[in-house]
């Protein structure tokens, strides 16, 4: 075949080509520009008009703004606890749930799964949700960024699934063993599932990284806030003021842009870092998803 | 009697299991359903769920009645429609597309790039779209060059559906071409010898092979996709985008009952508006599900 290339074809793979390098282009041209932007000099960049291809001056003073901020770092710290705590909580609840279900001859697990089930097409919506916190007390708590979400029932669902593969021999085996549920689950289902495992560790944990919703409307106290929260307070309604009490007034327009795209580059940074292993491993996640028929 | 006992002995631990799960459920998603009521109440905090007094569909009227119900009704709706007559075609063209590339390297490079944005939060996005959008942000310093005036994009109503959509393409396009690259890779090869053997070049062997391979996989998405036509949107990324001054166009259902609900705390009105968009939600799924079950066997499960 190869022989015989059209110039027809020809076109057509250069036509691709060309395309698919403006999509790249499109996609990562955005965060090349916050990032040179970030380390600009900010009086260089406000004179600076149209595309950059390097930063213009160089400048660490946004950066140093930044994390002088009080509030970046508490952002930070929180959202730690959030992802940590939260992800734990989500992979243990959710694998019992995978666990319990997947079983056969079990009673009410047909009810139960059609009542989970049932929540991924009908809630109580935003303001029943929002009552049911506070009459729980959690309002302005941490539990408000880890109770709500504990279990995503689409990540349960693709376990179960996952779960409800494993051969039936080697749960029998380890059952003549004396082994209860409990060992069964952690010593055999969860290793012999590492992949699945692993991607609904980074579902989990990115999802709390990026939570946002849930501290906007669950969350005032300040100390509590997650990075998401204070950034939102940065980019969209620009309260870089408590980051600039050491700048003097006429450098403060100056040097706010220059912050923004400094703290945007500080909190994407562990998703960044994190990203080959992430793609590999979600995309996985999505196959399992739609395999699971 | 002594079956159950016998079944609790077997399965106890499994029942323990559950226990948390079940107690999940309950209080985090049912415990609000059952807060609905208020829905047909003048709730007052003060009174409670229960002592708050019914007052039937009084809500659900004051709603229709008043100046913003069409408003909300056309905005939701145009922003579900206008994401799925450029948001949903996008990925499945992107689709297409990577698996007519040759080298196997590049078409990997291509995929990681265009996953990217996926995984970035929405704060961040929308963080970079004010700031791009802004009358003196890198769009309007593009524009400039070639003497176009500058337009504050983000408080001029015409431009939020454009931006909304747009925006939702750059974000989603990558990720959602790994279904119908899967479907892809699911079709015979066969097929595509047969289609070379009667002379059909590479346009054609997408036309009459890929995309009728895919299709099975796109009438489902495409009817899953109208189960969500009256959810307008991300609330999350509405909250960051609009402002006062694009209401005309950017307010939709799920945004009125925020500002409603939570800042006037005109609670017993905007569940009410929530539940009356939840039950439209609702039976579009449904009806979305058991059709694509209908038709293809397959189904969300």
Same mark, same amino acid.
């Given at each position: ?62 950066? +140093? ?26 992979? @243990? ?50 539990? *408000? ?15 179960? @699934?996952?779960? *409800?593969?494993?051969?039936? *021999?080697?749960?029998?085996? *380890? ?43 669950? !969350? ?10 204070? !950034? ?19 450098? +403060? ?6 912050? +923004? ?16 292993? !992430? ?15 | ?9 077997? /399965?106890?631990? =499994? ?33 409670? =769920? ?8 009084? /809500?659900?009227?004051? $709603? ?34 990577? %698996? ?5 390297? $590049? ?10 944005? /996926? ?16 009358? %003196? ?22 431009? $939020? ?46 036309? /009459? ?13 495409? =009817? ?78």
């Amino acid at each position: 075949m190869k022989t015989h290339i059209s110039w027809g074809e020809r076109l057509f793979d250069i036509c691709i080509n060309v395309f698919m390098v403006v999509l790249m282009a499109v996609t990562l041209y955005p965060f090349l520009y916050v990032l040179f932007a970030s380390f600009s000099n900010p009086s260089d960049l406000i004179q600076h008009q149209g595309l950059l291809l390097m930063p213009t001056g160089f400048s660490l003073e946004s950066y +140093k703004l930044v994390f002088e901020n009080p509030m970046i770092s508490i952002g930070y710290f929180n959202t730690l606890i959030y992802v940590v705590v939260g992800t734990t909580l989500n992979l @243990t609840l959710t694998s019992f749930a995978a666990y319990a279900l997947s079983r056969k001859g079990v009673r009410f697990v047909g009810p139960i799964m059609f009542a989970i089930v049932f929540t991924m097409f009908f809630s109580g919506g935003l303001i029943p949700t929002y009552l049911n916190m506070k009459h729980l007390g959690l309002l302005d708590t941490r539990w *408000a960024m880890i109770l709500p979400s504990a279990i995503s029932t689409w990540n349960l669902l693709v376990m179960r @699934t996952s779960f *409800a593969g494993i051969p039936a *021999a080697l749960e029998e085996s *380890a059952r003549i063993d004396g082994a209860n549920d409990f060992r069964i689950l952690f010593q055999i289902f969860i290793p012999v599932s590492l992949p699945i495992m692993a991607v609904m560790t980074l579902f989990y944990g990115v999802g709390h990284w990026n939570a946002y919703m849930d501290a906007l409307i669950y !969350l005032r106290d300040k100390d509590l806030y997650p990075l998401q929260l204070v !950034l939102q307070g940065i980019l969209i309604t620009n309260s870089t003021d408590s980051m600039m009490s050491t700048v003097a007034d006429v450098d +403060k327009g100056l040097i706010q842009e220059t912050i +923004k795209y400094a703290t945007i580059i500080v909190a994407t940074v562990p998703i960044l870092l994190l990203y080959p292993f !992430l793609q590999r491993y979600f995309v996985k996640g999505v196959m399992l998803g739609s395999i699971k028929e | 009697m002594l079956k159950l006992l016998r079944d609790w002995s077997r /399965h106890k631990y =499994i029942y323990l299991m559950l226990l948390p799960v079940v107690i999940y459920y309950l209080v985090f998603l049912y415990f609000p359903m059952y807060g609905l009521q208020i829905a047909f109440k003048d709730f007052s905090p003060v009174k409670g =769920i229960l002592g708050s007094e019914w007052v039937g569909f009084k /809500h659900f009227i004051s $709603f229709y009645d008043s100046y913003y119900f069409w408003r909300l009704i056309r905005n939701t709706l145009l922003i579900s429609l206008y994401e799925l007559v450029f948001g949903f075609p996008a990925p499945i063209i992107l689709a297409l597309l990577l %698996n007519e590339i040759r080298s196997r390297v $590049f078409k990997n490079v291509v995929q990681s790039i265009t996953y990217l944005p /996926h995984f970035i939060s929405i704060v961040v996005v929308s963080g970079m779209l004010v700031d791009f959008l802004s009358g %003196n942000g890198l769009i309007n310093q593009l524009t400039g060059l070639f003497g176009i005036p500058s337009v504050s994009f983000l408080i001029v109503p015409e431009w $939020f559906r454009t931006i909304y959509v747009s925006s939702g393409i750059w974000q989603g396009v990558g990720w959602g071409s790994i279904i119908y690259l899967a479907a892809i890779a699911g079709i015979d090869p066969s097929l595509y010898e047969a289609a070379k053997t009667d002379g059909a070049g590479r346009f054609k062997q997408i036309l /009459h092979v890929t995309l009728p391979g895919i299709m099975p996989t796109i009438i489902i998405m495409l =009817i899953l996709r109208f189960g969500t036509l009256m959810a307008g949107g991300s609330l999350e990324k509405i909250l960051l985008l609009y402002n006062s001054t694009t209401y005309e166009t950017a307010d939709v259902i799920s945004t009125f009952v925020y500002r409603r609900g939570l800042l006037q705390m005109d609670y017993g009105f905007s569940a009410a508006i929530g539940l009356f968009n939840n039950v439209i939600n609702f039976l579009l799924l449904v009806s979305a599900n058991k059709i694509s079950r209908k038709i293809n066997e397959t189904s969300l499960w």
